[in-house]
T-cell receptor
Framework: NAGVTQTPKFQVLKTGQSMTLQCAQD?????MSWYRQDPGMGLRLIHY???????DQGEVPNGYNVSRSTTEDFPLRLLSAAPSQTSVYFC???????????FGPGTRLTVL | AQSVAQPEDQVNVAEGNPLTVKCTYS??????LFWYVQYPNRGLQFLLK??????LVKGSYGFEAEFNKSQTSFHLKKPSALVSDSALYFC???????????FGTGTRLKVLA
């Protein structure tokens, strides 16, 4: 099992550009989520999904879109990048909402 | 509003001494509680969780945590710290009524040789 994979590992964007962060898991997990990690603020939930076709907003959803067309994939789209979105982004998955989450290696995004 | 507090940004402990990393939470109902560890430039790794049952939970790498409902706390403990335990530790809570996880701001543990 590859577990949770994220691409790219690093990305630099200019303000206003759009991009998609990819996340995939091969564990047949129903629950997937996206977090951003900023110094002194821990991890904050952006969006999450409890199954294919079902998504919901987390704590900091503005400026981000998600979709879940398959169980395996949960891409995060930045519509118009802003410097405030400079962060490290983690994708995670779990078998259910009550089980432990498996985290990907992260994507370090810089918006200039 | 749901919240998780880790009151210490950093905890220093000598190798071989017991360690405690504190976590308190505020959530409606009975929560699921978790501890994760993050090593430099890595994703988070699961350590242990409390769902129900025995208040003392044992997890990976010799760590354990005690759930205290009256104090709404879930402190992480280890009887004898190792230098390799040095990392960033996160407490997290999930309200059983929702699927949203709330993480604390993290506590950096430094074990001194």
């Amino acid at each position: 099992n590859a577990g949770v994979t994220q691409t790219p590992k690093f990305q630099v964007l200019k303000t206003g550009q759009s991009m998609t962060l990819q996340c995939a898991q091969d564990m047949n997990h129903e629950y997937m989520s996206w977090y951003r990690q900023d110094p002194g603020m821990g991890l904050r939930l952006i969006h999450y999904s409890v199954g294919a076709g079902i998504t919901d907003q987390g704590e900091v959803p503005n400026g981000y879109n998600v979709s879940r067309s398959t169980t395996e994939d949960f891409p995060l789209r930045l519509l118009s990048a802003a410097p405030s979105q400079t962060s490290v982004y983690f994708c995670a998955s779990s078998y259910s909402g009550g089980s432990e989450q498996f985290f990907g290696p992260g994507t370090r995004l810089t918006v200039l | 509003a749901q919240s998780v507090a880790q009151p210490e940004d950093q905890v220093n402990v000598a190798e071989g001494n017991p360690l405690t990393v504190k976590c308190t939470y505020s959530v409606s109902g009975n929560p699921y509680l978790f501890w994760y560890v993050q090593y430099p430039n890595r994703g988070l790794q699961f350590l242990l969780k409390y769902i129900t049952g025995d208040n003392l939970v044992k997890g990976s790498y010799g760590f354990e945590a005690e759930f205290n409902k009256s104090q709404t706390s879930f402190h992480l403990k280890k009887p004898s710290a190792l230098v390799s335990d040095s990392a960033l530790y996160f407490c997290a809570v999930r309200d059983k009524g929702t699927y949203k996880y709330i993480f604390g701001t993290g506590t950096r543990l430094k074990v001194l040789a």
